[in-house]
């Protein structure tokens, strides 16, 4: 028994001598088909800073459009298994822009963090592009992060030069520290318990979100489930605290009794798509 705890302390500690490359769990495989529930889409692909091509989902809205909603997905398979998620805001006359990073379903290149942040940039750097493009000044743009995708687009909205042009920002079971999540996860196992501060020395927050994120001040939700067993609760709590300057008003948090890792949106549970729909225009209402 002591040479297989043996064996799985010196595998975790391999993992972590790999940064943060080992919060990212890329899949190739294609999980769900818009088309076989009657989604319309498009394939689109945008080149990354360093010419890598990262593939995307463009689902136009049923009606006339009022704005884009954009994806920025969980840690683990691809966007095929995520983009329900956001695609139910089809219906309430919302394109919806769903995108993989490297590594990550039909994207090129292997997943890692400072080509990931890279990414991430150019993902909203696009979504500029296209409200500037296509979309009159009356419409709508919407971030989403969830997990792990709240993370990458809280520390790229740090760095993104058009901010004022984000009109709601949703944050989703998502964290602000990755040394502060291995250290959980390590503390929460009785035989890792006594190495859980390795993970200050073997794990790199150089691009996770910092004290910049006062500086945003985008209308934002954070959802959060008491349940969440991957991220716990307090991180949600943490994030929305960090949101905004001192003061900051346009900021709301979901604290979900019931609500499970990125368990609400797209699940029809609860009524929250609706909820959210609500609040983005009582927001624009407001403006």
Partial sequence: MGVLLLKVLILSLILLSSCTHVFFQPSRYLYSRPEDLNLKYENRVIKSKDGTRLHSW??????????LAVLFHGNAQNLSAHYLALSWMVRYNYD??????????LSQGEAGSEGIYEDSLVALNYAHQLMEKNYDKDSKLIVVGQSLGGNLLMRALEDFKHRERI?????????????ELARDKLASVWFFWPFQHLSYALISDEYAPNERLKEITIPTLVIHGRQDDIIPFSYGREVYESIGPEGFKKKWFWALEEGKH?????????????????????VRKSH
């Fill in 58 to 67: 463009f689902f136009p809205s049923e009606g006339k459009s009022k704005g």
């Fill in 167 to 179: 009109n709601f920002l949703v944050l989703d079971s998502t964290f602000k520290s990755y040394k």
């Fill in 96 to 105: 919806v822009w769903v995108w993989d990073y490297r590594g990550y379903g």
């Fill in 262 to 282: 990125i368990s609400t949106l797209g699940s029809g549970k609860g009524g929250y798509d609706k909820k959210l729909i609500d609040l983005i225009e009582e």
